[in-house]
């Protein structure tokens, strides 16, 4: 009898002992006689995720976090232990994100192929991608306490603007409001007038223009008359007389303008003897306007001009006698 009790007690501790492991292995997640590989993901910064974290792709649990640690250049480096079996993604990213509620957080692995829509997300996979060394890029999303407190922030900032409005349209707001409206009414009907008074205008122009095309057809009639004309005239050898007589012109011009040229060079070596001539004349008409000399005794003395009066009166008078009595002035005489 005692012997069965102490095989019943070592049956019990066996098998306590049998689901102790058990259990430890399960919460560790190891797989026993299977072999696990492990892969290198680069984060920024990794949030709420820690070590023997789940590791998720499309929502099944693939493995789990073996470890987390910095790495140079500001990153973060977690290793992540992926079950035999598992083929990961061609261009594989981790996102480590909020798992629960209750703060478990859960490593995602997507593919880079196509991009995330997120562009906060894409961005951070860009920039660990570009770091280079072979590592998986990460990237980490906002955890639930944090969407809360934003959540709770931009509640908060609502409950202000909508403050804010309510005490902006008070009664008074509403009355400038309406005044508003009004006012817009009335310039509305303002433009509408001005809108049909261009339209009358438009039209008055609209007519212009078709009396300017109607005149536009006349001109252009008369020009095709008028070049008719210098086609016949063409033709009739008028034209060539007129280009004729406009060469025989041209050559008579240049003629002139040879002679204009002569006389200029003509005039121009006798410059000298104009110019003496004009001072010679200048030095006379000073003399005549000082008074000096014959010439200007008799333009500036009127005594000269009287006598010279006198003495035309008395001719005339003598002509007259002459006239009149020539005997007393002639005498004939035959033998």
Known sequence: MKRENEFAVGVVVIAAFAVVVAGALWLSGAHLGKTEAVYTARFRTVGGLGVGDPVVLRGVRVGRVEAIRLAPGNWVEADLKIYSGVTPPATPAVIAASASLFGEWAAT??????????????????????????????????????????????????????????????????????????????????????????????????????????????????????????????????????????????????????????????????????????????SVMSRIANRSGTLGLLVSDSTLYKETTLTMIQLRQLLSDIQANPRKYFTFSVF
């Open 109 to 282: 692995l997507i593919s880079r192929d196509p991009p995330p829509a997120d562009p906060n997300v894409r961005q951070a996979l860009t920039e660990a991608q570009a770091a280079g060394g072979g590592k998986w890029p990460g990237a980490t999303l906002p955890d639930i306490g944090q969407l809360t407190a934003q959540a709770s922030r931009i509640a908060t900032d609502i409950a202000a603007v909508a403050n804010r409005v309510q005490t902006a349209f008070d009664s008074e707001a509403v009355n400038e409001l309406r005044r508003s409206i009004r006012d817009f009414g009335q310039i509305a009907d303002r433009l509408a007038r001005v809108t049909n008074e261009q339209a009358d205008v438009i039209g008055s122009v609209g007519s212009n223009l078709r009396q300017g095309s109607d005149v536009l057809a006349k001109a252009a009639t008369s020009l095709q008359g008028t070049l008719g004309r210098v086609d016949s005239a063409t033709n009739q050898g008028q034209l060539a007389t007129i280009l004729n007589n406009s060469a025989a012109t041209s050559a008579n011009l240049r003629s002139a303008s040879q002679d204009f040229h002569d006389l200029m060079e003509s005039a121009h070596k006798n410059q000298e003897s104009v110019v003496r001539v004009l001072v010679a004349a200048d």
